[in-house]
């Protein structure tokens, strides 16, 4: 039983335009939601997240939407750059007494310059 | 620097011979874990560990062994490995907040191939 979703396994985009990526999760206890970024031969590293409380987060050129109601999350890369290229990870944390993190399948993003 | 440090990168065995791949955290942290990734189906959590000589079971423990002696160490053991335990095998830390909603720091990754 998948809880988080990666519908998308792949997306092309063209460069300087916007990169959304999308999650959808069936547990309305998860506390908090994460993106994870992992380019080939290394580990995933953290990129953003957002509060269960909270509907946006934004650093930089990524911004993170939640959106409770329909157990959706969303990645936003504006603009976005060929570097950016990489399988994108959605993640959520669930605490009850102790903290589980569950993963999505992933999304390869591919930036064309 | 900062960082989780696994070995080895890669790894070919054969069915039946244990191993173990290290892993080892320089940041202090008490939560550590391992994650195994296959194609189609993302990152799931075979063991982890929130303190020392605390470990429990993730999605997928079957066929693997864990131990947490020191709090920087973390080592994944195959007592006799399977062919259905080829895969890329992540270990990942993070200091543990109730609520806090920690990120993970991961290693880069060990390639397992079990003939």
């Known amino acids: 039983d998948q809880q988080v979703k990666q519908n998308s396994p792949s997306l092309s985009v063209q460069e300087g335009r916007i990169s959304i990526l999308n999650c959808d999760y069936t547990n309305s206890m998860f506390d908090y939601f994460l993106w994870y970024k992992k380019y080939p031969a290394e580990g995933p590293t953290f990129l953003i997240s957002i509060s269960s409380i909270k509907d946006k987060n934004e650093d930089g050129r990524f911004t993170v939407f939640l959106n409770k109601s329909a157990k959706h999350l969303s990645l936003h890369i504006v603009p976005s750059q060929p570097g950016d290229s990489a399988v994108y990870f959605c993640a959520a944390i669930i605490y009850s007494g102790t903290y589980k993190y569950i993963f999505g399948t992933g999304t390869r993003l591919k930036v064309l310059a | ?115």
């Open chain 2, 1 to 115: 620097e900062a960082q989780v440090t696994q070995n080895p990168r890669y790894l070919i065995t054969v069915t039946g011979k244990k191993l173990t791949v290290t892993c080892s955290q320089n940041m202090n942290h008490e939560y550590m874990s391992w994650y195994r990734q296959d194609p189609g189906l993302g990152l799931r959590q075979i063991y982890y560990s929130m303190n020392v000589e605390v470990t429990d079971k993730g999605d997928v423990p079957e066929g693997y062994k864990v131990s947490r002696k020191e709090k920087r160490n973390f080592p994944l053991i195959l007592e006799s490995p399977s062919p259905n335990q080829t895969s890329l095998y992540f270990c990942a830390s993070s200091l543990e907040r109730v609520g806090g909603g920690e990120k993970l720091f991961f290693g880069s990754g060990t390639q397992l191939s079990v003939l």
